[in-house]
Each structure stands twice: as structure tokens, then as C-alpha cells.
């Protein structure tokens, strides 16, 4: 009888195959990001992961693995992602959803209006991060509010630089933290943890990182001297959310329960679609006039295909502030499905490094630093932070290193959060420090800032792992499996 697990393999892959499996993938990779930029995550790193199987698996043939072994690997190893994929999509609804019921826009309409020039570079960071959190992307919000927050910075005379560090790291904690996130998404469904416990685990490293980052930034502008030249942009786009939304703390109402059912514990693809649902209804009865006029007409079959329209399509505006338009255009289970396809490809790729022995191969010269569980997470951070600098993709650095460590987290008795938590913590929070890399390419052009120069201000970004290195070598919040059963 076949059994479900692959053979064992007579001998482990050489020293020679290693390197050179590591050449392949360094190269195809680092040619994408050469090449592509900030664009290559829309195709041509999936493409990328794909070819990298293909020459890993004729590595595995030449090395007597036949191709039903490989294929099974690669079977098994992609039959993960369809739970996570489900997410993605139910998630598009929702960001969609979100967008034509006034939820994101009466979230904005609000942290905008808090706003003050005396405080600038603190209340910079909050906003950002309520943007990140509401609508689950850091370069969307670096390239809407966080432009428009950039432009303000000018007006008042303020730092370019320290303004930039405060938009990322709001933006990248809000992000963190979102379930609607791409990257929160991803680091559970490679380590294998629910998404509302990993980000209930995120939160005791990330919160009071976030807290010290903030006033840091307060005490950096406490003497700072500004005047109320250019909230231009900022009243601009108050306004223009004002006139085409009906605002009204009843349109957070979903938001709120999407939160409540997250600290419920309520299984993720149940509560995001149904909060989708309720959102969609909420359209009805809050946002008629919006709904008129993303439908084009007010028959009755018209608007259900509207609302319908927005769960598979998104949302989108034409307002006079191309800010506005930018940031709420957006959503819908189509815009997640580039997503669904890195997820994938990147699955198909680890399932053949698995079978041919590479993934055990740099294990075996990895483990021998692991001395404790602080050295096993600090490990898999640098693991994490390696990754983002050879590859410059930050999706990457979480997928290899998940894939790598997660048999050695069990072997510790930890839990899967542990693990997820540490892949974001140093994977996707390193990655806009980092010139070369897509992050880093298109944080530094789209706020006009180079990145050394941004750098030392993104505190959250720096605080964050270190934080999370204290928390690991004092055993503080480093959940154990049966822990994590009886929570």
C-alpha cells in the first residue's frame, strides 16, 4: 500500500546540488526584482517560483526521484492553500463592501479630522495605521493619505524624512494588524494558525511596540515649530468624502462586528463574509445615493447586480480629489486572485525544494544555532530578514522560512502562532528598510524619499523585532501547543 507521505530519500541532496539549487533560486529571483521592480509581484515572481520548480525537479529526476513522487509533493504541499485562497477572496468582498457602505470612508472622515499641526509626526503614524487596518494594505496607504500627509509635511516645513518613517510605520502596524491584510493572511496559512489567533498573538509584540513608536514620534515634534500653511490637502479630501458619503458613526457598526467576531474566535471565512453581507445591506439603508450612482440607475435588478458587482469586482469612485478615487477604488475577489496565484505558485516550488532534500539540506547547517526557543525564533527572524535582503520580495521571506522552520517549532512543542508572529514580525516589517527590495523600491518613490534616508525614522519597523527578540529569550507570551488548546 502507497503511503500518503513521500519516501524517504536514500541520501541527502550534495553539497554541489545544494549551492546549486541555491544559484537557481537566487538568480531567477533576484532577476525578477532587477527587472520588474515593484511590479514583479503581479506575475513575475509567481512565474519566477514556477520555473525555479522546474529546474529543482530535474534536479530531483537526475537524482532518482521520480516525477509521481515530485507531483505528489507538490499536490500536498498546494492542498494548503485552499483554505487560505477562500480567505483571500471573502476578503476582496468585504474590502469592496467596505468601501460602498461608508465604513472605510466614515473611518477616514474621522481620523482625518483629528489631524494638528502641532502634533504632526504622531498623529501621522495613527492615521496611517486606522487607514492600514480599515483597508489591509500599506502601499495603498502610503501612496493616498500617506502622499497627502508628505505634501502637508512641506507646507509646515517639516522633515520629509521623519514624516516618511512615520507614515511607514503607521502604515505597516495597521497593515500588521488588519485581517484584511494580504501578508496577515499569508504568514498563518504557511505556518498553519488561525488568522484572528495569530493576530491576537501579533498584538502583545506589536501593540507596545506601536505605543513606544508613537511617542517617540510625539517627543521628535514636541519643539517642533509649524505654521498652518497647506492643510489644503487634508480639508480637500475631508470634503470631498463629505459631499459623496453620507458619514455617520452607524456605517463603523460592521467594523465593529467584524472585530467582536474575531475576539470571539468565529471562524474567518464565516465572519468576513458575513460581514460582507451585512455591509451590503447597510449600502441599502445608509448609502442609497452612492449606490445610485456607482449602478448608473435606480432599477431594482440593477442595484443587486451593483452589490453583487462589488463583491466579485470592487468598488470604485470618480470624484474630483484623485486621492479619494485611488484609495477607494478598490476591492472585490478579483483584485485577490493575483494573490491566490503567488500563494500557489509559491507552494508548488517549496513542495518540490522539499522533496528534493533542499529545504532538509539548509536546515541541517541552520538547526546547529538553535540552542533554545530565543534562538530557534532569532534564527528564523534572520532566516526571514536574509531572505528579504538575497530576494528582495517579502512574500518570500515569509513563505521559505515558514516552510523551513515550522517542523522545528513542533519539534519545541510550540505553537504555530509562534511561528507565524515571527514571520511577519521580521519578514514583512523588515522589508521597506531594505533599498533593493520591492517594499523598500516602492516606499521610496511613491513618498519622494530615498530609503537611508526614511530608514532611521520607521520606528515601529525597527522596535517591533527587537521587541520580539526580548519577548522570545524571556519566554514572555511564547505559546506552547497545549497552551494554546486550553486558551
Not at 538575497?390 to 517542523?407: A, E, N, R
Not at 521610496?444 to 532611521?456: D, F, K, M, N, R
Request: aromatic fraction near 10%; charge should be neutral; charged fraction near 10%.
Amino acid at each position: 500500500m502507497e503511503s500518503d507521505q513521500h519516501s524517504i530519500i536514500d541520501k541527502p541532496l550534495s553539497r554541489f546540488d545544494s549551492v546549486l539549487v541555491s544559484v537557481i533560486l537566487l538568480t531567477l529571483m533576484g532577476a525578477v526584482i532587477w527587472m520588474f521592480g515593484s511590479d514583479s509581484l503581479s506575475g513575475a515572481t509567481q512565474v519566477a517560483m514556477m520555473v525555479i520548480a522546474f529546474f529543482t525537479a530535474l534536479i530531483g529526476l537526475k537524482n532518482g526521484i521520480s516525477w509521481p513522487e515530485i507531483e505528489k509533493s507538490i499536490v500536498r504541499s498546494s492542498t494548503k492553500t485552499t483554505g487560505p485562497i477562500l480567505i483571500f477572496l471573502s476578503i476582496g468582498a468585504l474590502i469592496g463592501s467596505f468601501m460602498l457602505s461608508g465604513a472605510v470612508p466614515s473611518l477616514l472622515y474621522y481620523g482625518l479630522n483629528i489631524l494638528s499641526p502641532t502634533y504632526f509626526y504622531p498623529l501621522t503614524c495613527l492615521i496611517c495605521a486606522l487607514v492600514a487596518i480599515c483597508i489591509g494594505s500599506s502601499w495603498t496607504t502610503a501612496a493616498t493619505i500617506g502622499v497627502a500627509l508628505m505634501g502637508v509635511s512641506y507646507g509646515f516645513a517639516l522633515s520629509p524624512e521623519i514624516t516618511a518613517g512615520a507614515i511607514i510605520s503607521g502604515a505597516y502596524f495597521g497593515d500588521k494588524m488588519s485581517p484584511l491584510s494580504e501578508t496577515t493572511n499569508l504568514a498563518p496559512s504557511i505556518a498553519g494558525s488561525d488568522l484572528f489567533e495569530h493576530i491576537r498573538h501579533m498584538a502583545w509584540v506589536s501593540v507596545p511596540s506601536f505605543v513606544i513608536a508613537v511617542f517617540a514620534f510625539f517627543a521628535i515634534g514636541l519643539n517642533t515649530a509649524v505654521t498652518q500653511g497647506s492643510q489644503t490637502s487634508i480639508d480637500a479630501f475631508i470634503q470631498t468624502l463629505d459631499q459623496h458619503f453620507d458619514i455617520s458613526p452607524i456605517n463603523l457598526i460592521p467594523v465593529v462586528l467584524l472585530l467582536w467576531l474575531a475576539v470571539k474566535k468565529t471562524p474567518a471565512f464565516l465572519a468576513i463574509i458575513g460581514v460582507s453581507l451585512l455591509a451590503c445591506m447597510f449600502t441599502l439603508i445608509f448609502q442609497y445615493d452612492v449606490l445610485l450612482n456607482f449602478a448608473g440607475g435606480s432599477s431594482a435588478p440593477l442595484l443587486f447586480k451593483s452589490l453583487w458587482t462589488v463583491l466579485f469586482d470592487g468598488f470604485s469612485i470618480n470624484t474630483e480629489n484623485e486621492s479619494v478615487n485611488s484609495l477607494l477604488s478598490r476591492g472585490g475577489m478579483a483584485s485577490m486572485v493575483n494573490m491566490a496565484w503567488l500563494v500557489i505558485a509559491s507552494m508548488m516550488m517549496t513542495g518540490v525544494l522539499e522533496r528534493i532534500g533542499y529545504i532538509d539540506a539548509l536546515m541541517g547547517v541552520l538547526v546547529k544555532f538553535v540552542r533554545s526557543t530565543g534562538s530557534l525564533i532569532a534564527s528564523t527572524m534572520a532566516t526571514c530578514l536574509g531572505v528579504n535582503i538575497v530576494t528582495g520580495d517579502q512574500y518570500m521571506s515569509l513563505v521559505l522560512p515558514g516552510q523551513m522552520w515550522k517542523s522545528e517549532f513542533a519539534k519545541h512543542n510550540l505553537a504555530n502562532v509562534n511561528l507565524s508572529r515571527t514571520l511577519e514580525d521580521a519578514g514583512t516589517l523588515t522589508s521597506p528598510l531594505i533599498p533593493w527590495n520591492a517594499c523598500g523600491v516602492y516606499m521610496a518613490g511613491t513618498l519622494a524619499v530615498v530609503t537611508v534616508g526614511y530608514l532611521p525614522y520607521c520606528l515601529f519597523n525597527l522596535i517591533n523585532p527587537v521587541m520580539a527578540l526580548l519577548f522570545a529569550f524571556l519566554n514572555v507570551k511564547i505559546l506552547r501547543v497545549k497552551e494554546l488548546s486550553f486558551k
